[in-house]
C-alpha cells in the first residue's frame, strides 16, 4: 500500500468523530470471572469522517481527496484534533516534552515517541509517531536545544544526528504529528442531506507502524 504524503481536509477532520481502538478478548469461565488478552500494546485510531460534512463544499473536498486515493487504496496524514501535539493541546511543543533514547556514542538515529501519563503513571508502553508536521520537530541533548546539526525524516519520523551523541546523553524532542490513515471503504455516497441527517458513515482507520 503506497502513502501519498497530504493531509485529509483538516475542517473535515476537526468535526469527525471517532478516537482509539484497542482490541481485547474476553473469556468468561464458568465461575463468572474473566481471563482478558490485550491483543494491540497502542490502539487503533478510527474516524467516521461523514460527521465532518455539513456543506456542499466539504462534500466536494471528501469527494476529491477520496478519488485522489483510490477509497482504500492509499494511506494519507489525517489530523485527530484530539491528541496531536508531543505536549498537552493547550501547550506549544518544547523541545524536551518526550524522552525518544539514549545516546551509545555510535548511534544517530532516534525515532519520535510520545507516553502517556496519567496521575504519575506512565503508559506500559510508548507510542510510535510516524508522521511528525513539517518545521514543528525541536530537538534535545541534555537538556539542551539543539537548532542545528540534525535533521528529521517527516515521512518516518526518525531524528538523524550530524554526530551520534555521547554514550549516556538523553535524547529528547518536540513536535505536532500526524496520523497515517486510509479510508475502510471503497464506495462513497454522494447525498448531501444523507450526511447532514447523518444517515452516512464513512470510516477512516489508522495504519499502525509495525512496531506497535
Given amino acids: 500500500m503506497s502513502f501519498l504524503d497530504m493531509r485529509f481536509p483538516t475542517d473535515i477532520s476537526y468535526n469527525s468523530a471517532g478516537g482509539p481502538t484497542y482490541n481485547t478478548s474476553v473469556v468468561v469461565v464458568k465461575s463468572g470471572r474473566e481471563k482478558r488478552n490485550i491483543n494491540w500494546n497502542y490502539p487503533r485510531i478510527e474516524f ?4 465532518g460534512i455539513r456543506a456542499m463544499k466539504e462534500l ?11 477509497g482504500k487504496g492509499r ?22 516534552d518526550q524522552d525518544i533514547g539514549v545516546g551509545d556514542g555510535s548511534t544517530v538515529d532516534f525515532p519520535l515517541y510520545k507516553t502517556y501519563d496519567f496521575g504519575g503513571l506512565q503508559a506500559r508502553l510508548s507510542r510510535r ?10 530537538a534535545g541533548i541534555n537538556g539542551t536545544e539543539q537548532t542545528s546539526g540534525w535533521s528529521i525524516d517527516y515521512t518516518t ?12 546523553a538523553n535524547i529528547t524532542a518536540g513536535y505536532e504529528f500526524d496520523i497515517e490513515a ?20 464513512v470510516p477512516v482507520i489508522e495504519e499502525k507502524p509495525n512496531d506497535t
Avoid: W
Avoid at 60 to 70: K, M, R, S
Avoid at 75 to 96: G, I, V
Avoid at 157 to 168: E, K, L, R, V
Fill in 48 to 51: 467516521d469522517v461523514a460527521y
Fill in 182 to 201: 486510509r479510508f475502510d471503504t471503497d464506495s462513497l455516497s454522494t447525498n448531501l442531506e444523507q450526511y447532514q441527517a447523518g444517515s452516512i458513515e
Fill in 75 to 96: 494511506t494519507f496524514r489525517f489530523k485527530d484534533h484530539s491528541d496531536f501535539k508531543s505536549c498537552r493541546l493547550d501547550y506549544m511543543p518544547q523541545f524536551d
Fill in 129 to 138: 509517531i510516524t508522521k511528525p508536521v513539517s518545521s514543528t520537530v525541536l
Fill in 60 to 70: 466536494e473536498e471528501l469527494i476529491a481527496f477520496f478519488h485522489i486515493v483510490q
Fill in 157 to 168: 519520523g526518525i531524528i538523524t544526528f550530524d554526530s551520534a551523541p555521547s554514550d549516556g
